[in-house]
């Protein structure tokens, strides 16, 4: 028994003695009862008041004390924190966005690109952040764009935040490094286009769940995959994503490379075809018509499925990251989609001349993981005509 209760007894047998009470008899209505109850206690001396109210003081005390003890967590809530950095209090977001968490340091990364880059920039900050022991949070740009698709953890950082934080710029290239394991500073955005399994294959299984698709993405895309099974008794499901759009031009002019074309298709196509009696592939793309023009489709195991939509890609990316194997050809969309689907990937290789600029930001060994398969891309298209 709790001590306060031990004395609060001592007390009342003390002052009061023992005293049986006659068990009181209903009159029948509540006023009746409430005249007898108060007939009673003005029949009390004024010492027996005295020890009555004293007798209820000790038990709320004692009652008090007791909770506070044993249940100090409940209280803890009240107590506000000193904003000592001079930074503003996050609000509006989890309850982990404290003013503490604040003096402790934020890390952040840019919001740039589309789709594949911004998968790629949030699992590097993700993985860095962890790396170097500081809390990850994003802008809302990147949870607008992400957290529509994919069942995002990340705390984000209010809009009107991000300009009042003494960002320290961090700038990475395309692939890890043994510096980015001693990034210093408690306020760091991570700068550039990173997209490099090398900064999180480590921690594979906790990126995946990052890019967990919310169910009814999920849903929508096995039902038109259910959907193409037809008659069929197995489904070997091989995604295809075709780059084209910008790279087109962007390439050969500027990269000194090239885009898939349709001796590349054929070949990595094959490839799943011979292997698997089942193959059925899904094409998506940003450059359909050039697909249904240069892919084979005479077999009935071909299907164009993709809308093309690069403002709303979530379709088209859940279509082939739910399917068994990838094919792609070249950027980080079909990158993702490999590395989510899992399987088998065929992907596009050296498909830039040996003294392309782009081989400076981009390293190709730290783009496709070594298990996947990469078929030459024909670079007589950029070669001199003799």
């Given at each position: 028994m709790n001590p306060y209760f031990k004395d609060a007894g001592k007390l009342l047998k003390s002052r009061m003695g023992v005293r049986r009470r006659k068990k009181s008899t209903r009159t029948g209505t509540v006023g009746g009862s409430l005249l007898s109850s108060i007939h009673k206690l003005s029949s009390l001396s004024w010492f027996q008041l005295f020890d009555f109210v004293l007798l209820f003081l000790v038990v709320t005390l004692s009652m008090f004390l007791h909770l506070q003890r044993y249940n100090s967590s409940l209280w803890s809530w009240k107590i506000n924190v000193k904003n000592t950095s001079g930074l503003p209090v996050l609000e509006h977001t989890t309850p982990s966005l404290s003013t503490k968490n604040v003096d402790r340091g934020m890390w952040t990364v840019n919001s740039i690109g589309r789709l594949g880059n911004?998968?790629?920039?949030?699992?590097?900050?993700?993985?860095?952040?962890?790396?170097?022991?500081?809390?990850?949070?994003?802008?809302?740009?990147?949870?607008?764009?992400?957290?529509?698709?994919?069942?995002?953890?990340?705390?984000?950082?209010?809009?009107?935040?991000?300009?009042?934080i003494p960002w320290r710029n961090y700038n990475l290239h395309d692939w890890m490094s043994e510096e980015y394991r001693h990034i210093q500073g408690k306020y760091v955005r991570l700068t550039g286009y990173p997209c490099s399994y090398t900064f999180y294959h480590h921690i594979r299984d906790e990126i995946l769940q990052e890019f967990t698709f919310h169910d009814h993405?999920?849903?929508?895309?096995?039902?038109?995959?259910?959907?193409?099974?037809?008659?069929?008794?197995?489904?070997?499901?091989?995604?295809?994503?075709?780059?084209?759009?910008?790279?087109?031009?962007v390439m050969p002019n500027i990269w000194k490379g090239v885009v898939a074309d349709k001796n590349y298709m054929d070949k990595?196509?094959?490839?799943?075809?011979?292997?698997?009696?089942?193959?059925?592939?899904?094409?998506?793309?940003?450059?359909?018509?050039?697909?249904?023009?240069n892919i084979d489709a005479s077999r009935g195991d071909v299907y164009f499925a993709?809308?093309?939509?690069?403002?709303?890609?979530?379709?088209?990316?859940?279509?082939?990251?739910?399917?068994?194997?990838?094919?792609?050809?070249?950027?980080?969309?079909?990158?993702?989609?490999?590395?989510?689907?899992?399987?088998e990937t065929i992907y596009l290789a050296n498909y830039t001349l040996p003294d392309s600029p782009f081989l400076k930001l981009f390293k190709p060994s730290a783009a496709f993981l070594p298990e996947w398969i990469g078929i030459p891309a024909d670079l007589s298209p950029l070669l001199p005509k003799s």
């Open positions: 911004q998968m790629g920039e949030y699992a590097t900050l993700y993985a860095l952040a962890k790396l170097n022991g500081h809390k990850a949070y994003i802008l809302p740009g990147m949870h607008q764009y992400l957290a529509t698709i994919f069942k995002i953890t990340l705390p984000i950082i209010p809009s009107e935040m991000t300009s009042k993405i999920k849903e929508d895309a096995n039902k038109y995959l259910l959907q193409l099974r037809g008659q069929r008794k197995t489904v070997t499901y091989i995604g295809v994503h075709v780059r084209r759009g910008d790279y087109v031009h990595a196509m094959n490839y799943f075809r011979e292997k698997y009696d089942d193959a059925v592939f899904v094409i998506v793309s940003n450059g359909m018509a050039w697909c249904k023009e993709g809308d093309g939509r690069e403002s709303s890609p979530a379709r088209d990316f859940a279509l082939i990251a739910h399917c068994n194997h990838t094919i792609m050809t070249i950027g980080t969309f079909g990158i993702w989609a490999g590395y989510l689907a899992g399987g």
